[in-house]
């Protein structure tokens, strides 16, 4: 009778870490066919410039902004500025160019969000962002601009 018993108990113990192992398996491979890894994604940086002035109709000083390490390949979406002008100021220009040399500039008279129109819609994110104003008069011209690069990766 001891020898029976001991048969069957043997036998239990045995079915019960086969289920265990069964189990186990189904749970782990449960969880590994609901991982989805994401391969695109949105995002933006921005860049805020000290005040740039321009003084009859030149160049002002470049700030330069510099984005996060991009991963895969990222194409720019759209580029958008908001331009606080400073009070006497004569309208000018916010150009901003980035990394390969492509440009975009918009025509500023007051303050407020501007979206910047350029050649570098649809290319690379990658690289130092340059930006600056262009007086469009004789007088001075001086404003700051917080530029917004939004951008999606393909990774």
């Known amino acids: 009778m001891k020898k029976k018993l001991l048969i069957l108990w043997s036998l239990t113990c045995i079915l019960a870490l086969q289920s265990q192992v069964v189990f186990a398996a189904n749970y782990s491979s449960a969880r590994t066919s609901n991982i989805v890894l994401s391969h695109k994604y ?26 996060p390490h991009l991963y895969g390949s990222s194409v720019v979406k759209k580029v958008e500025a908001y331009v606080s002008v400073e009070r006497g100021s004569s309208p000018f220009y916010v150009v901003v160019r980035n990394a390969n040399g492509n440009i ?6 007051q303050s407020g969000y501007y979206s910047i129109p350029g050649d570098f819609i649809g290319k690379d ?10 007086g469009n008069g004789y007088r001075s011209s001086q404003g700051t601009v917080t530029v917004t690069v939004h951008y999606e990766v393909n990774s």
């Open 42 to 67: 949105s995002d933006s940086f921005r860049g805020r410039s000290p005040k740039l002035e321009s003084l009859g109709g030149r160049l002002s000083s470049v700030y330069t902004m510099r984005p």
């Open 104 to 109: 975009g500039k918009v025509l500023v008279k």
């Open 125 to 134: 994110a990658k690289g130092d962002w340059q930006v600056y104003i262009e």
